[in-house]
């Protein structure tokens, strides 16, 4: 493929997320929004509108099966309900498109290993939006643990508390079951696997519990304890509520020389060594960067074979990491993985 190339591609789901694909696709010199599709013809008429302020023209579509069938798409954003993924994504592969998918990457982990098989036999590209790790502040915090600022991990602990009563994202219907979420983990912490992985590398046990403490028009858990033991002998812990009052989404990162503090919501990265040293640590404003990253490596991906910053094993990873959780809230048992 010639070094100027656009890759055009089709963005299936025009929701909140789909939606902020939108705004940063526009942005990319390296791909064209050619078509947005979504059940709701308003919400695909939404991100046209948007996209015709900064002069770009983007047909709209209700139908899946007419995204998949133009020639002239190259690759496909999927970004609708976690329930559909694999179908989408499985119709995408077959029609001869490169995929990115939303997280999660599927409901089961059985399904993720369909869909990279698939991708694999086809020769066609997918990859996964996990994309916490590129967020300036989680970018900033592996940053550090790579340069050895703390010296060797061994634990992380994670808050990601929505606070009760603030929807947002919450209020869309589709969110209160888990046939169509998977539940909190996958929904919401797939993020906070991945990132835990990204810096302590493999899963080798699993323990978990959950309930349903303040929210009876959900079929799933409102707050979650994981605990998680590493291959590498670390340790970590994530709590995950949609039903605390004090929201909070912040994290410990400790190694044998100090320990490494986020708070996502202020933006924040301070760090303490053994010896007293202390440094707030300098993190630019993500505005919509993580996701700009992610589509533009996706683009370099398929135009110029650049390895992708988040894989399908990523996004396979972290679905396998909430699913034992699953397990182990389930028979009240660890779960070792292999
Ligand atoms: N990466 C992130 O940080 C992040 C943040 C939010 C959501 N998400 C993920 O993005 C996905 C969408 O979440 P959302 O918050 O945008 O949901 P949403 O309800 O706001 O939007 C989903 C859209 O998909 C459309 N849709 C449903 N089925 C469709 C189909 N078969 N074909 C075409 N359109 C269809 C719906 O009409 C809706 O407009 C979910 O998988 C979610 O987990 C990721």
């Known amino acids: ?197 990204s810096i302590f590398g493999e899963v080798a046990e699993v323990t978990a519990m959950a309930a349903n403490f303040t929210r009876p028009e959900y079929d799933y858990e409102d707050h979650v304890i994981v605990t998680l033991r590493f291959r590498n002998g670390g340790l970590g812990v994530l709590e995950s509520s949609v039903a605390t009052v004090i929201g909070a989404t912040e994290g410990l990162v400790t190694g044998d020389r100090g320990s490494i503090f986020y708070d996502w919501a202020r933006n924040h990265v301070s760090y303490r060594l053994v010896d007293g040293t202390e440094v707030e640590v300098p993190v630019e404003s993500d505005a919509g960067r993580s996701v700009q990253s992610e589509l533009s490596s996706f683009a370099k991906w398929i135009l110029h074979d650049e390895a992708p910053v988040v894989t399908s094993e990523d996004g396979r990873r972290a679905v396998q990491l909430a699913e034992a959780a699953y397990e182990s809230i389930a028979t009240g048992r660890t779960v070792h993985l292999h």
């Open 1 to 197: 493929m010639s070094e100027t190339r656009t890759l055009s591609v089709g963005l299936i789901g025009c929701g909140t997320m789909g939606g902020s694909h939108a705004t940063q696709l526009v942005t990319l010199p390296e791909v064209r929004l050619a078509v947005a599709c979504d059940l709701d013809i308003s919400r695909a008429e939404a991100v046209a509108t948007q996209a015709a302020t900064k002069g770009q023209t983007v047909r709209v579509t209700t139908d899946v099966a007419t995204v998949l069938a133009d020639p002239t798409i190259d690759g496909v954003i999927v970004a609708t309900p976690n329930f559909t993924h694999k179908d989408v994504v499985l119709a995408a592969l077959a029609a001869g498109k490169d995929v990115f998918c939303e997280k999660p990457m599927a409901l089961t982990l059985a399904d993720c290993d369909v869909m990279i098989a698939r991708a694999h036999e086809l020769g066609r590209k997918l990859m996964v939006g996990q994309v916490l790790r590129l967020i300036t502040v989680f970018a900033t915090v592996r940053r550090l643990v790579s340069e050895g600022t703390v010296g060797k991990p061994f634990a992380v602990r994670i808050l990601r508390c929505a606070r009760r009563g603030v929807e947002g994202p919450w209020a869309a219907t589709w969110r209160s079951k888990r046939a169509n979420t998977g539940g909190l983990l996958h929904e919401v912490n797939v993020h906070e696997f991945d990132f835990m992985r």
